[in-house]
Nanobody, 125 residues
Framework: QVQLVESGGGLVQAGGSLRLSCAAS????????MGWFRQAPGKEREFVGV????????YYADSVKGRFTISRNNAKNTAYLQMNSLKPEDTAVYYC??????????????????WGQGTQVTVSS
């Protein structure tokens, strides 16, 4: 059983940066794949990126690759999403998630077991 709580969202101007945090409680944190998804009004929940196992393997959506970075501190049971060069189209509620998705399914929300409550990120032009 894993409980996740996101923080760090807010309002930022285009070109700025934010770092989201996801604090986790539960056992065997380091063995979970940690993921980030986002959802804009009227749109489906969208894959952002994942960090598998120890965090040495990361995987990003094309829309954020080169701008966003996932990291994790297993000793603190915390995952992070560093967002740089933000664009207005990045505006969404961001969710962290944890699970053990089967191979090839890390882009699918249904493959993850635990979700945070979400944190709003708004990027102004």
């Amino acid at each position: 059983q894993v409980q996740l709580v996101e923080s760090g969202g807010g309002l930022v101007q285009a070109g700025g940066s934010l770092r989201l945090s996801c604090a986790a409680s539960g056992r065997t944190f380091s063995s979970y794949t940690m993921g980030w998804f986002r959802q804009a009004p009227g749109k489906e929940r969208e894959f952002v990126g994942v960090s598998r196992w120890s965090g040495t393997i990361t995987y990003y959506a094309d829309s954020v690759k080169g701008r966003f970075t996932i990291s994790r501190n297993n000793a603190k049971n915390t995952a992070y999403l560093q967002m740089n060069s933000l664009k207005p189209e990045d505006t969404a509620v961001y969710y962290c998630t944890a699970g053990r998705p089967p191979a090839g399914s890390s882009r699918s929300p249904a493959a993850f077991d635990y979700w945070g409550q979400g944190t709003q990120v708004t990027v102004s032009s």
